[in-house]
C-alpha cells in the first residue's frame, strides 16, 4: 500500500503549552489506524493540524505525495481530508439531507442531482435515510454523531478522521456505531480514529498510536501496546512496578 499521508516532525505550541512534540507518522491507503492519549495528550489538536485548522511551527505534513503544510482547511477538504469533531456540530436548524448535501456541494463539489444522490447514499449507509427530513438540532446523541460522519463521507473523502465519535454511547449504540465505521473502512476509505472507548478502537483499527504531552511514545499492534506498562501507566495511570 501507498503512503496516503505523512507526518514529519510537526511541533506546535502555544507559549509553554506544548501540543506536538516532533511527531512523525505514516498513514497507508486503506488503513485504519487509532490514536489514544490521556486528555491534553494533544490527539485533537494534531486533528486541527492534518486538516488545517492549525498550522504547524516546524515541520511538513504530506498528503498523497503533496506537501499541503500550508494549505488551507477548506482546500484539504477538496483534496480529499475530512473531520469528525469530538461535540457533534449539525447545522442545527438545517434537516439531516441538508447537511449531507453540504459536503458533497462544498466538500466533494457535486452539484444538481449528482449531489441530492450522492448525499442520500451517504444517509443509507450511515443508518439515518429514514431520518432526512428531520431538523438534524432534534436527533439523538448516536444520531448526531452518525451525522457527523455522514456529512464528512459526503465530501468524499480519502482520508476520514474521526474524533471520539463513540463517546457517551451506550454499548448497544456502540456496536452499531462500529459496525458502521468497518462498512466504512472496508469500502475503501483511510481512517484515522482517536477514542478514549478501547474496545471500539480495537475492534478497528490495525495500528495504535500512542501520544503524550504532544510526543509519540509507542506505534504498533494495538493489542501488543495495549499489553505495555509503560502505556498502561501512562494511559491508564497505573503503576508499572505493582
Known sequence: MSVLLSVTGLSKSFGA???ADDTNFDVRTGEAVGILG?????????????????WPDTG???????DITTMSAARRCNEGIARSFQVPQPFGGMTVFENALVGATHGAG????????????????????SKSNIRAGSLTLLERKRLEMARALAARPRLLLLDEIA????????EMLIETIKRVHAGGTTIIWIEHVVHALLAVVQRLIVID???????????????????????LGMDPHA
Open 17 to 19: 503549552v506544548v501540543v
Open 213 to 235: 504531552f504532544g510526543k509519540k511514545i509507542a506505534e504498533g499492534d494495538p493489542r501488543t501496546i495495549m499489553e505495555s506498562r509503560e502505556i498502561k501507566d501512562i494511559y
Open 60 to 66: 511538513r505534513i504530506e498528503f498523497a505525495g503533496r
Open 110 to 129: 457535486l452539484r444538481g442531482l449528482a449531489a441530492e444522490t450522492h448525499a442520500l447514499a451517504v444517509l443509507n449507509d450511515t443508518g439515518l435515510l
Open 38 to 54: 490521556p486528555n491534553g495528550a494533544g490527539k485533537t489538536s494534531l486533528f486541527h493540524l492534518i486538516t488545517g485548522a492549525l
Open 167 to 174: 463517546g457517551g454511547l451506550t454499548d448497544a449504540e456502540c
